[in-house]
């Protein structure tokens, strides 16, 4: 099943959404910062899509993004200078979600925030980081993720970033479950 959105739909702008990040980073998460990823990063990248993700890459998967995609490769670190999220992208020529022709498509692979530091605005200020990158320096025209139906607080996240559900992906999962395909044009 495809759900298809009316053109004139209204989205908030990534620059909105970016600013409010800011914000919520100040009042929330204070001493809390959002920054690229390097390579030295990777390892710890890993270590929290282990403890925190039921669905895990090898080694060499976080490298390659990384290489190809850093421009959109962000992780936050606490105050203490401790890394406790990431989110990793990729940037992908396909058929268009809101045109329908091949557009530049930023792919959000993977979000987590370690559950110590959750409900501070991380999750979001990561999105914000991201989805501005895969505007701005990659040329993408819309982005997209997949999201377990049952990861309500994921989903209420991405709705407030203007992501709408485009379909059901079953048996996305390898335990059997199904994912919601979620997208929104940018900016």
């Avoid at 039921?54 to 190809?68: Q, S, T």
Wanted: overall charge positive.
């Amino acid at each position: 099943m495809i759900l298809w959105h009316k053109k004139e739909e209204k989205y908030p702008s990534i620059y909105e959404i970016f600013e409010e990040a800011v914000k919520k980073l100040e009042e929330k998460a204070n001493g809390y910062t959002i920054r690229n990823a390097t390579e030295k990063d990777l390892e710890v990248v890993r270590e929290i899509n282990l403890k925190t993700l039921p669905e895990n890459y090898p080694p060499y998967f976080f490298r390659d993004l990384w290489v190809k995609y850093n421009k959109a490769f962000y992780v936050a670190v606490s105050p203490d200078e401790k890394i406790v999220g990431y989110i990793m992208c990729r940037v992908e020529y396909k058929p268009g979600f809101f045109k329908h022709f091949l557009v530049k498509s930023g792919h959000v692979v993977s979000i987590a925030v370690l559950k110590e530091h959750r409900r501070k605005g991380l999750g979001y200020a990561l999105m914000a980081y991201a989805m501005k990158s895969l505007y701005e320096n990659y040329d993408c025209k819309e982005t997209y993720l997949e999201v377990r139906v049952t990861n309500k607080p994921a989903i209420t996240l991405y709705e407030k970033l203007g992501y709408k559900i485009i379909k059901v992906l079953h048996q996305y999962y390898l335990d059997g479950e199904d994912a919601y395909l979620m997208a929104r044009p940018l900016p």
